[in-house]
């Protein structure tokens, strides 16, 4: 696998991946979710709404604490999305 240095994104093989670095426009953020330039909306990139539960999860967070962050998100996306929609979790 080859992995873009700007964008991260892996490419099976090298052509592919000169071909995507000719023709990609990165928009890479660096928001400090990693320690590295990242897609943005990566799991645990602060732009993405879910990064909380995300980062919670890979620090090793209890179960508990993952349902309360759960059950938080749920209760922010209610607030914020009319009832027709459904929540992405």
């Known amino acids: ?5 700007q964008c991260r994104t892996r490419r099976k093989f090298w052509v592919d991946l000169v071909e995507h670095t000719r023709t ?3 928009g890479v953020c ?3 979710g990693y320690h590295y330039p990242h897609r943005p909306d990566s799991p ?8 909380v539960l995300n980062s919670a ?3 090793g967070a209890t179960r508990a604490e993952i349902e309360d962050i759960r ?3 749920a209760v ?3 607030f914020e999305h009319p009832p027709t ?5």
């Open 24 to 26: 990609a426009i990165h």
């Open 1 to 5: 696998m080859y992995r873009c240095p």
């Open 44 to 51: 645990c990139c602060e732009d993405n709404k879910l990064h």
């Open 76 to 78: 922010d996306w209610i």
């Open 71 to 73: 059950l938080t998100l």
């Open 30 to 32: 660096r928001c400090g």
């Open 57 to 59: 999860i890979r620090a």
């Open 85 to 89: 929609t459904e929540p992405p979790f």
